[in-house]
């Protein structure tokens, strides 16, 4: 069974950083990309960026630019996703995704991983 | 950066009725858009791809149409399982930027 899992809850203080983890299970990262989007509480999805799993290239929403770095490990078939200088606005649940069999769109979605930005 | 227009922004409709639901794109993504949809605390589930092509395990009475810039998710007849939000996303330009700001279908 294809899946990506993601990493666990986690609790920041404002200014610091988080890393989230995704995970492909029953199928291989390496000829693919995954997307990471974020949904705060009653609001809409908010792409992120993405990066091409093969060559390491990666693309961010404006919002993010400054803040924002995605990478992957290959072995693994992991992508990273890591979010600096919380504010309380990045509270929210994480999402990666990714193509399998549906020619480009994304079929395959992680649990998401609950971030609280809180002092 | 494409822009993904939805509407309406809800939809309220009775079980058994029929919903349609409208995307529109800033400029022409041929056929490659997909919907989403994400039951409430759920992950978002991909329904539809190239448009009009139903993904594995999605029933029957979920069908899309469109191309270019102007895509409609239709669903026959809601069941109560059907009441959600409804995303649409375009993946003709990669990286797929955006999603539109989503349709909730909900119980009359």
């Known amino acids: 069974q294809m899946q990506l899992v993601q990493s666990g809850p986690e609790v920041k203080k404002p200014g610091t950083s988080v890393k989230v983890s995704c995970k492909a299970s029953g199928f291989t990262l390496i000829s693919s990309v995954v997307q990471w989007v974020r949904q705060a509480r009653g609001q809409r999805l908010e792409w992120i960026g993405w990066i091409v799993v093969g060559s390491g290239d990666t693309k961010f929403a404006q919002t993010f630019q400054e803040r924002v770095t995605i990478t992957r490990d290959m072995s693994t078939s992991t992508a990273y996703m890591d979010l600096s200088s919380l504010r309380a606005e990045d509270t929210a649940i994480y999402y990666c995704?990714?193509?399998?069999?549906?020619?480009?769109?994304?079929?395959?979605w992680g649990q998401g991983t609950t971030v609280t930005v809180s002092s | 950066e494409i822009v993904m227009t939805q509407s309406p922004a809800t939809l309220s409709v009775s079980p058994g009725e029929r919903a349609t639901l409208s995307c529109r794109a800033s400029?022409?993504?041929?056929?490659?858009l997909a919907w989403y949809q994400q039951r409430p605390g759920q992950a978002p589930r991909l329904l539809i791809y190239g448009a009009s092509t139903r993904a594995t395990g999605v029933p029957a009475r979920f069908s899309g149409t469109g191309s270019g810039t102007e895509f409609t998710l239709t669903i026959s007849s809601l069941q109560s399982e059907d009441f959600a939000v409804y995303y649409c996303?375009?993946?003709?330009?990669?990286?797929?930027?955006?999603f539109g700001h989503g349709t909730k279908v909900e119980i009359k």
């Open positions: 995704a990714a193509p399998y069999g549906s020619e480009g769109a994304f079929d395959i």
């Open positions: 400029q022409s993504v041929v056929s490659n």
């Open positions: 996303q375009q993946y003709d330009y990669w990286p797929p930027e955006t």
